[in-house]
């Protein structure tokens, strides 16, 4: 299959990334499910990490998951939008386990809807194009996420209405991922402003995925907030794929990789964008490709409903 210079550059980085953060050697393997406490329900896609964030997986749908726990580690940290975190000692782990969660009470903010027949007026934020530059994917063995700060330049108040992300063709694009809301708090990603854990796909590669936010009442502040796209590593071995590339010496070599690839660009002048592993703390992303000149971003947009 062939690829840009710049998808080429992205899948050599993401091999080095390998190579100085693998995690070790698997001490143990631990499987089980995750539920809701009292009435017992799956808790979809929660991720099963630890409080240092050595490793990352993520459960299933139906809540189950496999953890490849690297040495060192003695206590499971759970978390998911909407759920309270847990923590498990591994020592206290055996069989089929079961890890509890508890959801989070949340509130819906109230929504005004316009009246019939007069039109809301819809500014977008963002990236407005899909002219790919480059693509980013998970092939590094550890969990991604990438946020984007939507700026509010002209200061509008309303609330978000849709958020959107375009998926490459390449990959397996059709993998599900979960949408994430920030606040902006000094420029970096602050409070989840989602109550709950929304899950979307794309029905196919080279198009726009659109998730419908309207009933979350989302306000858009002044400082703007900040849309990612967090990838769901799960068991799932239909959304892996090999990643064959060329060693400096020219040995080939493989990569296995997960899920879609996020489509990236340079539309946004001077964009702010973060990224993290496994959960953990947010760093800023800086530009992999320096004869490109810096400035890529993911191409994210949101739309906003003005004046409500």
Known sequence: MRHSPYRQAAFLI???????ISPGVAQRVVQGRIQTVGDGAAVS?????DP???FGTYAGVDGRFTARIPAGVDTLLVSCVGFHDTTALLADLTGDIQLLMRPKATQLAEVTVRRRGKKAKVATLGALRRRVSFVWGNCSGRNIEYALLLRNARGQTGYLQKVSYFIDKEGAPTAPFRVRVYANVDNEPGPDLLPRSVIASARRGNSWVEIDLTQFGIRLPREGVFVAMEWLATQDQKFYFSKGFKMPDGQNNALECYGQYLGFAKE???????ERVNGGFWRRHNSAFSRVGGGEHPIIQAKMVVGN
């Open 14 to 20: 993401l091999f080095w990334l390998v190579l100085s």
């Open 45 to 49: 896609y929660a991720l099963v990490t």
């Open 52 to 54: 240092q964030h050595r």
């Open 268 to 274: 946004i002048r001077s964009p702010l964008v973060w």
